[in-house]
């Protein structure tokens, strides 16, 4: 593989997935980790992707304030979200997980809804300040640099004592048969915490990362109530979700 092929490969990860590791990038493409930290670091410098140790981030997802143009899959994570917001209903309390798919959502609740909204992200929570109809309430901890999301015992803690009508979540990988996974532990804790915190848990999720799978487990998918992606509920690539207990929007 020429590294041109091999650089369009890792950015077209990053971008899906918003984080990746080297150690995974090196295994899939069949090379050395010094080979993709090589191609990391010059993408890095052509401000195609943000370095940082162990992996690589996409940069629509660690810098908020990026051309909103540029986000990954930008017009299929646009229909999740009109998808999304037909669930919402005046007086709801709802949760909002990070990522770039959850902050569209947050971009495109209406501004005459009332609401009101938790959220561990910093980036969805100032998307919401925007809505003056929407009451936004922190929930803080430990501030994961890279997710820019709070982790750790105590948004966890706080996520126990609540209880939201839909908690939107995000996830890096999910499968049918192996659920929801992700390669961050940290992230894994805070999203169980989320599934228990939330009467009803709606996944949203471009249909790229359908049929893929990491280490950690967030939970199995009958654990999800309702799976929003930009397809039609009726398209095949959806067969094996049809098989379990969960809506598809």
């Given at each position: 593989?020429?590294?041109?092929?091999?650089?369009?490969?890792?950015?077209?990860?990053?971008?899906?997935?918003?984080?990746?590791?080297?150690?995974?990038?090196?295994?899939?493409?069949?090379?050395?980790?010094?080979?993709?930290?090589?191609d990391v670091k010059e993408l890095d410098a052509e401000n195609k992707l943000r370095k940082v140790h162990g992996g690589a981030i996409s940069m629509g997802f660690t810098d908020p304030t990026a051309d909103h143009s540029k986000i990954y899959a930008l017009n299929e994570k646009s229909i999740i979200a009109q998808k999304a917001t037909g669930l919402l209903r005046d007086g709801a309390v709802i949760f909002i997980d990070g990522g770039t798919t959850c902050l569209e959502l947050a971009r495109q609740i209406p501004r005459q809804l009332h609401l009101t909204c938790f959220t561990l992200s910093l980036p969805v929570a100032l998307q919401l300040l925007t809505k003056?109809?929407?009451?936004?309430?922190?929930?803080?901890?430990?501030?994961?640099?890279?997710?820019?999301?709070?982790?750790?015992?105590?948004?966890?803690?706080?996520?126990?004592?609540?209880?939201?009508?839909?908690?939107?979540?995000?996830?890096?990988?999910?499968?049918?048969?192996?659920?929801l996974t992700e390669f961050d532990w940290d992230i894994v804790q805070v999203k169980?915490?989320?599934?228990?915190?939330?009467?009803?848990?709606?996944l949203l999720c471009i249909s790229e990362k359908l049929n893929s799978q990491h280490r950690y487990k967030t939970c199995n998918i009958n654990a999800i109530n309702t799976m929003i992606t930009e397809l039609e509920p009726e398209n095949n690539l959806l067969n094996m979700f049809r098989k379990h207990d969960i809506h598809l929007l």
């Open positions: 593989m020429l590294k041109e092929e091999r650089q369009l490969k890792i950015l077209n990860e990053v971008e899906l997935h918003n984080r990746v590791l080297l150690s995974d990038i090196a295994e899939m493409l069949d090379v050395s980790v010094d080979t993709i930290r090589r003056p109809n929407i009451e936004v309430i922190f929930l803080g901890g430990t501030i994961s640099r890279e997710a820019q999301i709070s982790v750790g015992a105590s948004a966890i803690h706080q996520l126990s004592e609540i209880r939201v009508d839909y908690g939107f979540i995000g996830t890096g990988y999910v499968d049918a048969l192996h659920g169980k915490a989320v599934i228990q915190a939330s009467k009803k848990t709606v």
